[in-house]
Structures are given as C-alpha cells and as structure tokens.
C-alpha cells in the first residue's frame, strides 16, 4: 500500500503506513516563527524555545485512524464514570492526603491528560495525568505543520481549529471559577509554577499568560512563595488573585513554598484548578490497579459494558508488595514500573532495564507494576540510517470531554524533548467524534 493508498481508505493499517512512509508534512520554520512572534506570542519567544528547548516541537505528525481515536474516546469516558461513583471515590480518597478530602466548590480541574500508547498490535492508557502540559504549545504548533501533497492535505484540520481550541480554553477557566460558586465574571488568573522562569516549559506559561491577556484577564507567572492572604483573598503583589492555574508537582500543597496557597485553597479564598482532589481521583498510578481489576470494578458495581472497555483498554497494574517480589522480578520484562506520584517518566523504569539496587528501592515501598504496552513508531526520514521514533498519544480533557489529541516522540524509556526530530507533534486522521485534534 502506497501513502497514497493509506489516505484514501483511512483503515487503522493505512496510518500504519503512513507513520512509515509519508514525510511530505514537515514542520514549518517560519511559520511556528510567525505564530510564536505574533499576537499569539510575543517577540523573542521564538528564540527563548531555540535556546531553552530545541526539541520541543517534531518534525513530523503522527497519523492515527478514527477507530483508534474514538476508543481512546471511550476510556475516557469509562474512567469518568467510575470516577462518578460513590464507592470508588469512598476508597481512593479514604487513603489519599487529607487535604484531597477538602471540598474543591465545583471546580473540575483543567488540562487532564490521558496518555496512550497505540500501536499495530497493541493499545492501552498508561496514565492520568491532572496537571498535563502542552495545550498552548500545540496549539500554536497546529499553525506550523504543512502538507506538500494533495493526497494528505485531505487529513489536516482546518486552519481555525487552533483559534477555536484557544477560545474553549478560556472559556474552560471562566467556567472553572463559575463552578466555584461565583457570580461575578474572572478578572485574574494566576499561572503558578516553582520557580516558573527556570521550568523547561516555561515559554508555554508565556502562551498562556498572552492568551489570558488577550482576553480582558489580569494574568501573572508566580512562584508559589510569592502570594499572601489578606482580607480573606489571595494576593501576588497588588493583584487579588481570582484562580491559580496550577502546574505545581507539589499535589498535596504539602511543602513549605506552597503554605499560602494550601491556606487559600482550604479557606476557599481562589479557585485553584487543578486540585488536589483531581489529582487523588485521577492521577494517583494505584488507581489504575482498581480500574484494571475486574473483582474490584464488580465490587463497585461497575456496568460490565464500562467493565469491558477498562479491562481491554487498561494494561493490567498492580501495586509492587515485596510478598509477590519473586514473581515480579520473574515477570520483569513484561512490565513497567512507576511511582503512585511520579510524574514526567521520573523514577520509572522498564522491567529489562531495572537493575538489582534500583529493584530494592521499588520493593521499598510506593511502586506500582504495569503491563508493558509498547509505544507506536514514527519513521521521521527516508535518508539512510532510517530514524524510528517512538510516540505517545495525549487526549487534553475537561470534565470528560476531549479537547485535544496531541503525540509526543521520542527515544529512550520515557519522553524526554530530548530527542532531535522529536518532541510534540499534531495528529492527524479521520477525527472521531467529540475529538476536537
């Protein structure tokens, strides 16, 4: 089958194909240039992302058929639903830090990311992340991506998809502060990091800050540290805070820099999305040993068409007790080990890789063991060596709708934007339905 071929029937084989042999769609120097020193950005931006982060953006799209867009769909939307249910959040929270107990007032939290890995012969959720980065970034790398044949111009979305994505995202955040409970429309935004202007994604905060800008809110890049409570509202300077857009791996506001806002959040002074309740539900990794346990969904009393789509769509995870250590060590090859709270690919390994000391600390305590899934390839060049980059798939979701599909190549265990020629890239195919990428 040629790449020609591939377009026209659109089958889950024809993206295959063209994960392998299309290259006529490249990224756009001058266009990602223009859009990242326009109105959607600002002047020197473009080269503070050459500077800081080289390999933030692929070469190349992944292609993805609609049948695998729109189960990823249906995940989602199963996960949710046990997420809904009184016994299952009974369990997960009756564990989780006492601050994940805390009422949040409505707020959903913004910006989850479901990460897959799909390939010819495999598919499954390998996290949940409730603080993903990377909207803005693919957005404005929408603007960039050009096709140079007819034939694959067919499967690019159209050129306001960016625009629009960028709108829901605001209206996102001024839902947010409706659902906690307030009247009166957002006026600022707080987009809070540690150190925020050391981060790798730091130029995404400026996105972010522009986009809020252009849309009438008061919006400040802020390190955790640098706010006070006074007269019952969140402060950063002389701007009372309305919502802290939060991007801290500090998921329980549990260290000293995040004492103000913990006091803020639980006196309900902000709205503060994503909290730690979304995370205790959503992105601690044991969560995902229960949603692929079928006794335990049974327990829960779990549809058992909802039951089917998790069990066939989530790799089998269970948390590492050194009671079972012999079997795992056994069975190491086949699975990969993460930590309940990592995040980032830190601190997790694939089982052929683990050596005997880094075994003993997994067996220590906080592990869990994950059928390994392996990730889809994306052949970046035709020029010999044939470079084979790995790619992951990443649905942007709010209150359980997808936003956005974006991919993520790269080498090595984890993705890293490390790798030339990879980093985020958009995905294209036949969109499923309530898929907006």
């Known amino acids: 089958m040629t790449a020609a071929d591939a377009v026209r029937s659109l089958r889950p084989d024809s993206m295959e194909v063209l994960n392998s042999e299309c290259f ?6 001058a266009a990602l240039h ?18 800081r982060c080289p390999h933030l953006f692929a070469a190349r799209p992944v292609f993805l058929s609609h049948a695998h867009l729109t189960r990823m769909v249906r995940v989602v939307q199963a996960i949710e639903s046990v997420v809904g249910m009184p016994a299952y959040r009974d369990e997960v929270l009756a ?13 959903k939290g913004v910006f989850f990311g479901y990460d897959f890995h799909v390939a010819e012969d495999g598919f499954g959720l390998i996290e949940i992340n409730t603080n993903a980065g ?46 906690g409970g307030h009247d009166r429309p957002l006026r600022s935004i ?3 990091d540690e150190v925020p202007a050391e981060q ?8 972010f800050q522009r986009l809020f800008e252009r849309h009438g809110l008061q919006a400040v890049i802020a390190d955790p540290a640098e706010f006070c409570l006074r007269g019952g509202l969140l402060w950063h300077g002389d701007v009372a805070i309305d919502l802290v857009y939060n991007r801290l791996t500090d998921f329980s506001l549990a260290e000293q820099a995040s004492a103000t806002l913990r006091e803020a959040y639980l006196r309900n002074a902000m709205v503060l999305t994503p909290h730690p309740q979304a995370h205790a539900l959503y992105a601690d990794k044991r969560n995902l040993a229960l949603l692929s346990d079928a006794a335990r969904l049974q327990a829960f009393g779990v549809p058992q068409a909802t039951q089917d789509v998790l069990l066939a769509g989530i790799p089998r995870t269970e948390i590492v007790e050194a009671r079972h250590a012999e079997r795992l060590w056994r069975e190491r090859r086949h ?16 089982g052929d890789k683990v050596t005997k000391r880094v075994w003993r600390e ?7 063991a994950q059928a390994l899934v392996a990730p889809g390839g994306r052949v970046i060049s035709n020029q010999e060596p044939v470079q084979v980059l790995k790619f992951d798939l990443r649905d942007y979701v709010y209150d359980g709708s997808v936003q956005w599909v974006a991919a993520r190549l790269y080498q090595g265990q984890t993705t890293n934007f490390r790798t030339s020629g990879g980093g985020f890239a958009p995905v294209y195919g036949a969109p499923a339905e309530g898929c907006a990428g």
């Open 24 to 29: 006529c769609i490249s990224l756009d120097a």
């Open 34 to 51: 223009q859009a990242l020193e326009s109105e959607i950005g600002q002047p020197g931006l473009f080269e503070l992302i050459k500077q």
């Open 95 to 107: 564990t989780a830090p006492a601050i994940a107990r805390h009422d949040p007032g409505g707020a």
């Open 134 to 179: 990377g909207a803005m970034l693919n957005s404005v790398l929408a603007r960039a991506h050009r096709a140079c044949c007819p034939a694959i111009d067919v499967l690019l979305p159209a050129p306001t998809n960016a625009s629009e994505f960028e709108d829901r995202i605001v209206s996102m955040f001024r839902r947010e502060w409706a659902l």
């Open 190 to 192: 707080a987009i809070v």
């Open 200 to 207: 790798y994604l730091y130029p995404e905060f400026l996105l």
């Open 335 to 350: 699975l990969f080990f993460k930590p309940f709270a990592g995040f980032g690919g830190r601190a997790a390994y694939r």
């Open 362 to 368: 997994i067996l220590a305590g906080g592990y869990v």
